[in-house]
Nanobody
Framework: QLVESGGGLVQAGGSLRLSCSVL????????VAWFRQAPEKEREFVAA?????????YFADSVKGRFTISRDDAKNAVDLQMNNLNAADTGVYFC???????????????????WGQGTQVTVSS
């Protein structure tokens, strides 16, 4: 089970931190990603972090330099720190666990094994 938290309403230029708690399976060998879905748009990849040594990460071009992703194996959690938010970042953010060992491979939805329920992020301009 994946449980997201931390969404909310923020003004443009502000920051939010989302957290994904991983329950019930071996977190230490799971690659985790964040996706988002804006109204009437398809779900899109945001960022991913692998469990492998070095904690490889991968980001969508639209969030590079503004978002960071980190994982805490002791807490079984993955956080997404979002800075300098803009209206285009508005949407429901989903946590996803995958079977791949490569962070960039999480952009392929066929590698996703489990989805969270999502948390709403709204950026006001």
């Amino acid at each position: 089970q994946l449980v997201e938290s931390g969404g909310g309403l923020v003004q443009a230029g502000g920051s939010l931190r989302l957290s994904c708690s991983v329950l019930g399976f071996t977190f230490s060998q799971t690659t985790v990603a964040w996706f988002r879905q804006a109204p009437e748009k398809e779900r899109e990849f945001v960022a991913a972090v692998t469990w492998r040594s070095g904690r490889g990460t991968y980001f969508a071009d639209s969030v590079k330099g503004r978002f960071t992703i980190s994982r805490d194996d002791a807490k079984n959690a993955v956080d997404l720190q979002m800075n300098n938010l803009n209206a285009a970042d508005t949407g429901v953010y989903f946590c996803a666990a995958g079977a791949t060992r490569a962070a960039h491979a999480m952009t392929d939805l066929s590698n996703i094994r489990l989805w969270g329920q999502g948390t709403q992020v709204t950026v006001s301009s």
